[in-house]
């Protein structure tokens, strides 16, 4: 399975982006898929999941401003960033669990600044 996620980019604060995932490749049934992402000197971080049923959770620095969606007939998941902060400044991976197995995207960098 290879995950290829796009969509980063430089915005200005305030501004919006949609990072999309798409998965390809022997893909039997996507449990859950999450985005995580990771500032330099800093751990990689959960920031968005939703499951099978739709269930989302968000970390609460994102709440209320990113939307996670998932297109299971494309294998796709995507986020859409709203509000943008500098802190928002991070490379963002895509996760697929299918069956049990934890599949990483290569990561897309998006930078907040103005």
């Known amino acids: 399975v290879q995950l290829q996620a796009s969509g980063g980019g430089l915005v200005q604060p305030g501004g919006s982006l949609r990072l999309s995932c798409a998965a390809s490749?022997?893909?039997?049934?996507?449990?859950?898929m999450a985005w995580f992402r990771q500032a330099p000197e800093k751990q990689r971080e959960l920031v968005a999941f939703?499951?099978?049923?739709?269930?989302?959770k968000y970390s609460d620095s994102v709440k209320g401003r990113f939307a996670i969606s998932g297109d299971n007939a494309k294998n796709t998941v995507y986020l859409q960033m709203n509000s943008l902060k500098p802190e928002d400044t991070a490379v963002y991976y895509c996760?697929?669990?299918?069956?049990?197995?934890?599949?990483w995207g290569k990561g897309t960098q998006v930078t907040v600044s103005s």
């Open positions: 996760l697929f669990i299918d069956s049990g197995v934890h599949y």
């Open positions: 939703i499951n099978g049923s739709s269930s989302t």
């Open positions: 490749g022997s893909i039997y049934t996507i449990d859950d």
